[in-house]
């Protein structure tokens, strides 16, 4: 009875959105320490091993957004859709920590070309967070400002720096510099399926 009063008052909704909120806390949180750790300001090995505390904090609101899921009678989108909603947000985080990884395990001295990406990166997920915190009451408002998370433009980021990259002349660290790079559009790419996954969700929950 008490879940289902739950249920119908809309607190699971908001409960479901604040684990989401959670994980995407978690991703920006990356995306600091991998901001900070590339700029030389922080110890590369200091990065890593907070990245991985964050990594836990992102799963742990995964594993409790899905035990929530198994306990409602209703969610904010479909099931299938935050779930995938969550998995793509998730996706972002092992990005992120990949890069930080990588950066300490290369030996990767800082470098100025992972920084337009890591801004891109930010503001997408600040815009999707605040999607996120519209979905329980005002779910078409929600979608319209996920669509905003894209406009930074992560991808586009991405190729300029790469494109700078590879024009300039080639160096020991061009290889690992590249490589860190599809790490951040990896994380993009993982960006913008969440976006789609919430527009798509509200879509055919509320049309």
Do not use: C, N
């Not at 959105?17 to 300001?41: D, H, K, N, P, R």
């Not at 306990?71 to 990005?95: G, K, N, Y």
């Amino acid at each position: 009875m008490r879940s289902l009063l739950r249920d119908l008052t809309g607190r699971t909704d908001r409960v479901l959105t604040g684990q989401i909120i959670t994980q995407l806390g978690a991703a920006a949180t990356g995306v600091w320490l991998a901001t900070a750790s590339a700029a030389g300001e922080l110890d590369p090995a200091t990065a890593r091993a907070r990245m991985a505390e964050v990594e836990h904090e992102g799963d742990e609101a995964r594993a409790a957004l899905v035990g929530q899921m198994r306990r409602s009678l209703t969610s904010p989108i479909d099931r299938e859709d935050l779930f995938r909603f969550s998995r793509a947000i998730d996706d972002v985080l092992d990005a992120v920590r990949d890069f930080v990884r990588e950066l300490h395990l290369f030996a990767a001295p800082p470098d100025p070309s992972y920084a337009g990406p890591l801004r891109a990166l930010a503001a997408g997920i600040e815009q999707l967070t605040e999607a996120a915190r519209l979905l329980p009451g005002r779910p078409r408002a929600a979608a319209e400002a996920a669509r905003g998370a894209k406009k930074p433009g992560v991808r586009v980021a991405y190729q300029l720096a790469l494109a700078e990259v590879l024009a300039a002349p080639l160096t020991p660290d061009t290889i690992k510099v590249t490589l860190l790079l599809t790490r951040l559009d990896a994380a993009g790419t993982s960006l913008a399926a969440a976006v789609d996954t919430l527009a798509d969700g509200v879509i055919k929950r509320y049309q």
